[in-house]
């Protein structure tokens, strides 16, 4: 069955990195964009980043541009995301998720999520 | 503040129904698709309609969407308690290049 498992949150202090995992399993992982979406404590979805199948195309949301790097490994069908630079506000569980080719930007499967507080 | 806009709270009584509300503008709505979730905290968030109303295998059809101009909607009928959860619609925008997700809409079943 589909598989997305989130790891590497964590407790990190503001100004510090931060990388997450998510390994997949159960689907063809090279056709699929991948998406990073996180929820902040008692707020909403929020997306943060996206790349497309050809491990070239990304996209970012405008609070982390410049901060934040996905990347994946379509070899070990894992996706990452590197959080450089954190600030209190990137507090959230975050989610990985898979977009089908033509869904219109649809999240059909997702992890359980990794915890990430930043905090002094 | 999102730019897609949801009422933050919606409610009905078990076998009721209830519409939930989705606006947003031409670089989104107007242009793109619509996709909502259901989101029970703690759990990960679920895809209930994709592509404005069509449903993945597993939902049932009592939960629809439409999508007219720049608005779109989630319909629930025969609500169950269990339907009580967070419901976002999300959509596409060519001017922020960005998924966008709605504020959400707080659904309790009386």
């Known amino acids: 069955q589909v598989q997305l498992v989130e790891s590497g949150g964590g407790v990190v202090q503001p100004g510090r990195s931060l990388r997450l995992s998510c390994a997949t399993s159960?689907?063809?992982?090279?056709?699929?964009?991948l998406h990073w979406v996180r929820q902040a404590p008692n707020k909403g979805l929020e997306w943060v980043a996206m790349?497309?199948?050809?491990?070239?195309?990304?996209f970012y949301a405008d609070s982390v541009k410049g901060r934040f790097t996905v990347a994946r490994d379509n070899s070990k069908s894992t996706l990452s995301l590197q959080m450089n630079n954190l600030r209190a506000e990137d507090t959230a569980m975050y989610y990985c998720?898979?977009?089908?080719?033509?869904?219109?930007?649809?999240?059909?499967?997702w992890g359980q999520g990794a915890l990430v507080t930043v905090s002094s | 503040q999102s730019v897609l806009t949801q009422p933050p709270s919606a409610s009905g009584t078990p076998g009721q129904g209830v519409t939930i509300s989705c606006s947003g503008g031409?670089?989104?709505?107007?242009?793109?698709?619509v996709n909502w979730y259901q989101h029970i905290p703690g759990t990960a968030p679920k895809l209930l309609i994709y592509?404005?109303?069509l449903r993945p295998s597993g939902v049932p059809d009592r939960i629809s969407g439409s999508k007219s101009g720049t608005s779109a909607s989630l319909a629930i009928s025969g609500l169950h308690s269990e339907d009580e959860a967070d419901y976002y619609c999300?959509?596409?925008?060519?001017?922020?290049?960005?998924?966008?997700f709605g504020g959400g809409t707080r659904l309790t079943v009386l």
């Open positions: 998720t898979r977009d089908p080719h033509g869904s219109g930007w649809a999240f059909d499967f």
């Open positions: 159960g689907f063809n992982f090279r056709p699929y964009a």
């Open positions: 790349i497309w199948s050809d491990g070239i195309t990304k």
């Open positions: 031409s670089s989104n709505i107007g242009t793109y698709t």
């Open positions: 592509l404005d109303n």
């Open positions: 999300s959509s596409w925008d060519d001017s922020l290049n960005a998924v966008l």
